[in-house]
C-alpha cells in the first residue's frame, strides 16, 4: 500500500445549483440506466406481460367483443400501449423500495446532493424502461394486425402524450415507493391500483355496456381520456375533448405528484 | 461550494466535531439522553457500547441523517440540523452495512459517488485510480459488485467514502463481520487516514478495536455516556495491573497460598492459579517467585495481566458487550 495517498488536496468543481441539481439528477439516472441494462429481467418483465394480454384479447376476448366499424386489434393497441405505461411506472415503486431498504440511501443522503436526485433518477430510467417496451409493443401490434392511420402530427402528440403519461404515473409510483415499508408490498401495491384502473377503462372493451356508475367512472376518469386520445390519434376515431383533458390530466398529476414524492423523501430522510 | 469559507470557519477551531446535549427519542424510548462529546482534529474518537446503547443514533444525527430532538452538533463549526448541506461536503460515511450499488461495477461506484461530491471529472478518475490501488481491488474494479465478497464490499464502501478526501469520517461499526484478515487490512487504512490528518469518529462494539484505534474512547450505554478518557486512563479505574501465577500441581496449591503475600490477593484452586496486584516492578516477581521456588513449589506459568476494556466494560455497567439491552435493540432495529 502507498502510504498517506488519501490527502491530495480534492478540489471541487464551482457551478451554480441548478446546475448541480441537473447533475446531480443525470447521475441518478445514468444508475437507473445502468440497471436497466444489467437487470434485463425487468425489461422484459415490461414488455412481456403486456405482449401476453394483447395476445389473449385479440385472439381469446377479441372475437366476442363488439368494436363497431373498428376492427378489435386497432382498437386494443391504444388500451394496451397505456397499460403497459402503467404497469410499467410500478418499477419506480419496487426499485425506489429496494433502495430505501438497503444501506445506498443513507450514503446518497449523507451526500451534498439535490435531495430530489434519486428520485427524477428512477422517474428518468422508467421512462427510458417504457420506451423500449413501447417499442417491442408496437412491434408485436403490426405482425398481428394493427394498421394506424397516423399521420406525422398524430404519431407526435401520441408520443408526447404517452411521455407525460409515463412520467405522471412514475411519480404516482415514486409516492407509493416511499409509503410501502417492505419490497414485498412494493410488488404487488402497483398491481392493486393499476388493474382496476386499466380495466374499469376504455382499455379492452368500450365503455357502453357497463353498468352505470362504473361507466360514469370509466368514461371520465385520466386514463380513459388518455386512451381515447392515443386510439383517436392512431386509428382515426373521434378524439373529442379526450386530447386536451388528457394531457391536463398527466400534467395536474405531475404538478401535484412531484413536489408530494420529493417533499416525503425529504421528511422520510429525518423522521 | 465555497471551499475558502469554510476552511475559513474550520480554523477557527481545533475541535472537528462537538456535540452538546444531544437527545433523541423514538416514541416513547429515549435513544439518546444528553450526550456531550469533542473530538480534537486529527484523532479518532471511538464510541464503545453494546447494541442499543445509542452509537448508532448519534453517527446518523452526526452525518445529518437523522434530526436531533434537543442539542446542538457541531462539524467544524456548522450545524449539523440548520447547515447540513455544508456538513455533508465535509463529511464521509461508513454504514454497518456495505452502501454501494451491486449493479454497477466497483469503478462505476467510486464516479458515481465522485459527481455527487461535486469533484471535476479529472479529479474523480484520478482519485478512483488512487482509492483502487489502495484498497486493493484494482482487479475487480470493471466488475460489478454483485460478484464481489463481503470483505471487497466493505473496503469499496470505505473508498466510496473517501473519494472526495472528507476531513471528517464517520465508520459505523467498520469490522462488524469481517474475517481477521480484512479486519486488519481495515485497521491498517483507518491508521492511515489518521497519519494523513482525518478525524474519525467511529463506533464498536470490539475491545480491542477502540484499544488499538482510538485517541480517546466515550464509553455509552443507555444513551448516556458512562465513561470516557484513553485506553489507560479507562483501564485505570478499573483497577492496577496483575501478576498471575499457575501452580504446577494442584498438590502444592496450598504451600503456594500460605508463601505468596501481598495486596488484593485472588485464588482459584481450580485453574491452580493466584493472582495479586502489583505496580509491575521485576523486583516483586523476583521476590514471589524465589519464595515459591524456596518453600518447593512448581511454577506452570506466570503473566502480567493488565485489565482489558471488556473489564472496564464490565465493571462500569454491570454487563458484558455481549449482552444486548434486547428491548432498546427490538426498537432500533424497527426503524
Known sequence: MT?????????????????WSLSDSWVMAKRSIKHITRNLDQLFAVALFPIMFFLLFRYVFGGAIDTGDLSYVNYLVAGI????????????TLNLAIDLQRGIVDRFRSLPMASSALLVGHVGADLVRNTMSALIVLGVSFLVGFQ?????????????????????ISWLSAIMGLLVKSIEAAQWTGFIVIFPLTFVSSAFVPTDTMPEALRFFAENQPLTQVIEAIRGWLVGTPVGDSGWLGFTWCVGIIVVAMPVATWLFRRQALR | MEPTLEAQKSISTDNAIVVKGLRKSFKKLTVLNGIDLCVKRGTVLALLGPNGAGKTTTIRILSTLLLPDGGQA???????????????????????????DEYLTGEENLHMIGRLYRLSHQVIKRRTQELLELFDLMEASARTVKTYSGGMRRRLDLAVSL????????LDEPTTGLDPRSRLIMWDIIEQLVAAGTTILLTTQDMDEADRLADKIVVIDGGKIIAEGTSDELKQRVGSERLEITIAEASSFETAKRVVYGDD??????????????KGGVHQ??????????????????????????DVFLTLTGHTTEQPNIEIERQEAKK
Open chain 1, 3 to 19: 502510504k498517506h495517498s488519501f490527502i491530495t488536496s480534492v478540489q471541487t468543481e464551482k457551478h451554480s445549483k441548478i446546475f
Open chain 1, 81 to 92: 400501449l397505456v397499460q403497459m405505461l402503467a404497469f410499467g411506472a410500478n418499477y419506480t
Open chain 1, 148 to 168: 394506424p392511420v397516423a399521420g406525422p402530427v398524430e404519431w407526435m402528440l401520441v408520443l408526447g402524450l404517452a411521455i407525460l403519461f409515463s412520467l405522471a
Open chain 2, 74 to 100: 457541531l462539524i467544524h463549526s456548522f450545524d449539523v440540523v440548520r447547515e447540513a448541506s455544508k456538513v455533508r461536503s465535509l463529511i464521509g460515511l461508513t454504514g454497518q452495512y456495505a452502501a454501494v
Open chain 2, 163 to 170: 473519494i472526495a478526501a472528507p476531513p471528517i469520517i464517520f
Open chain 2, 265 to 278: 490477593i485472588h485464588l482459584d484452586s481450580k485453574t491452580r492459579t493466584l493472582s495479586l496486584a502489583t
Open chain 2, 285 to 310: 516477581l523476583k521476590q514471589v517467585l524465589s519464595r515459591l521456588e524456596e518453600a518447593g513449589v512448581g511454577v506452570e506459568n506466570v503473566s502480567f495481566h493488565r485489565p482489558t476494556l471488556d
